[in-house]
């Protein structure tokens, strides 16, 4: 093993890697991991040449440095039926063409029908346990292709330990196979001063403090409840609060949209949508505290962005979480309304809970980078090399 890994080292590499998810102003979290990790990566290792593989025009800001090579593979994979033919059909073909010795897919797709060694990262495996948060179609082909896919790898990289844990209890993996190639945060993620924070408040909230959601709007996030919890506090909270919600609508949202309905403070509830890593800075910069409570993470970025900003958070004492904030964040038990209400009445009464935190977050963000991410990855990626 230490022979072929000294090996990979020298060797120059062909590295086809699966860049589907960098849409220009579109990155999510899968793709803010690949836009980061890969950045790094190819600017690192020029010894090397990578084939991005985009399934539509891309951006040119995408494209790193030299050693990079982008090819378009039609037609673009947004569908289950079209992810199977682009994965299965479309992939092996250019694999062929360009020699490939390697495949790295970020988002955990990999190609059944290619005899190429093959890294996914599989950042959680929610769908294998919660069916039902996910379009019917999207959950069938998540749940039958995925163990397979990791069968398939040679190797695995995952966001945490948790994760790590799952994929390997789930699907029968080795555990020794899988690598835990955790998160980093935007570099714009950095405190704000006392005249920023005030002013974004008037601009936003009339002056007044606020809780903020950062994620998409989907029933894993668990917003109902958050929703819920938010209208109990401020019944028990005598001052005015707002609660900013940042993020698209991803699936099943009519619980929600009737939650919001009959809430008693419904109109302190602001629904911002999608917004860009600056707005989003600026916003959870001058936040009481970031709340995610969700049902299930395989790491949760937002908590650690929080903690740049020196913005505590209330978290979910379940999954990835407690990994990822360690002892400087707030939590509660995501299935209680009750006790992520108490939570936030804590965040808004306490100031030395508040000071703690934050203290405690200087610690412990510094275990995470995106320059770790990527050289943690490329670690991964040499080993099957």
């Given at each position: 093993m230490l022979y072929n890994f000294t090996q990979s080292i020298f060797k120059s590499m062909n590295i086809a890697v699966n860049t589907r998810l960098l849409i220009k102003d579109k990155l999510d979290g899968i793709g803010w991991f690949t836009f980061e990790s890969l950045k790094r990566i190819t600017k690192k290792h020029p010894e090397h040449r990578f084939f991005f593989i985009f399934d539509r025009p891309f951006a040119d800001e995408f494209i790193f440095s030299d050693n990079i090579e982008p090819l378009v593979v039609s037609p673009p994979a947004r569908h289950p039926f079209l992810w199977y033919y682009w994965f299965e059909f479309q992939l092996p073909k250019i694999f062929k063409k360009i020699d490939a010795n390697i495949f790295l897919s970020p988002d955990g797709y990999l190609s059944l029908s290619a005899n190429i060694k093959s890294l996914p990262v599989i950042h959680d495996i929610n769908f294998a346990h919660n069916p039902e948060d996910l379009p019917f179609l999207t959950r069938k082909y998540y749940n039958r292709f995925f163990p397979k896919f990791a069968q398939k790898a040679v190797r695995i990289a995952t966001v945490s330990?948790?994760?790590?844990?799952?994929?390997?209890?789930?699907?029968?993996?080795d555990k020794n196979l899988i690598d835990v190639v955790y998160n980093g945060a935007n570099s714009i993620y950095q405190p704000l001063d006392k005249i920023e924070r005030k002013q974004i408040k008037q601009i936003y909230t009339q002056d007044t403090e606020y809780f903020i959601f950062i994620g998409s709007i989907h029933p894993r996030k668990n917003v109902v409840r958050m929703l819920w919890a938010f209208d109990e506090f401020r019944k028990d909270y005598a001052k005015p609060y707002k609660l900013l919600i940042i993020g698209n609508y991803f699936f099943k949202?009519?619980?929600?949209?009737?939650?919001?309905?009959?809430?008693?403070?419904?109109?302190?509830?602001?629904f911002m949508g999608h917004q860009t890593p600056e707005k989003i800075h600026r916003l959870l910069g001058a936040a009481r505290a970031l709340i995610l409570v969700s049902k299930f993470e395989g790491f949760g970025i937002p908590v650690l962005e929080a903690m740049n900003c020196n913005v505590p958070a209330i978290v979910s004492d379940i999954t990835s979480l407690p990994e990822v904030g360690g002892d400087a964040v707030l939590y509660a038990d995501p299935f209680s309304v009750n006790a992520i209400s108490k939570a936030m009445l804590q965040m808004a009464d306490d100031e030395i809970l508040r000071k703690k935190l934050i203290e405690n977050a200087k610690l412990q963000r510094q275990k995470f980078s995106w320059d770790k991410t990527a050289d943690k990855l490329w670690n991964s990626l040499m080993k099957i090399g």
């Open positions: 330990e948790y994760s790590k844990y799952d994929i390997s209890k789930t699907y029968g993996i949202n009519s619980e929600l949209k009737s939650v919001h309905q009959k809430m008693r403070y419904r109109n302190d509830v602001l």
